[in-house]
């Protein structure tokens, strides 16, 4: 779907892509993410804006966009495949988080919150690691033999290489020992994003 929305997109035919993503599925997300990986970064689960796309409906449940709709009589659809725990997604939503509501009846905004405010705390993060990286990366040679284009640190993304899988940086690893355990993780997983690309 999203690669069909993007198509869209590339025609020119939109200018963005907005799925009708709500606060159920950011708390389903978060928790989805959390359970797969161990990078705190997970926290931050989908976001209003981000390449492409925008999520204005973040901000509101599921019941509440269906009541909504069927207020006003606005045709919508549903995903069929929404309703199957043959997807391990779908688990999160039928079976984790009903029982978490027997602990949070609000559970899903609480969650939401969590991802609102990593999110805001990422931005801070992403400037100390703009520092560190200043301190302990190096620019290297592409391996046809011409110069590295050297990519530039800016805000939470290093532009060029990092969006590109140009393995154009290399890091100082004694300059690399000298940074906190936290900066350092973050530091290779922005490594490994320049030499791999963002997915």
Known sequence: RYEAARAVVARGEADVVVPAHNRDDQAETVLYRLAKYAAPSSLRAMRPREAGLARPLLCLGGAELRAYCHELGIAYGDDETNSTVDY????????????????????????????????????????????????????????????????????????????????????DVRALGDEPAGLRALCLRRLVRCALGDD
């Open 88 to 171: 391990r997604r779908n688990l999160v939503r039928h079976e984790v988080l009903p029982v978490l509501r027997r602990i949070n009846p609000r559970v899903s905004e609480t969650l939401a919150e969590a991802a609102a405010l990593a999110d805001e705390e990422h931005t801070v993060l992403a400037a100390a690691v703009d520092e560190a990286w200043a301190r302990i990366a190096r620019p290297v040679a592409r391996t046809t033999g011409e110069r590295a284009t050297v990519a530039r640190t800016t805000g939470a993304q290093t532009t060029g290489a990092q969006t590109t899988g140009d393995p154009s940086w290399a890091l």
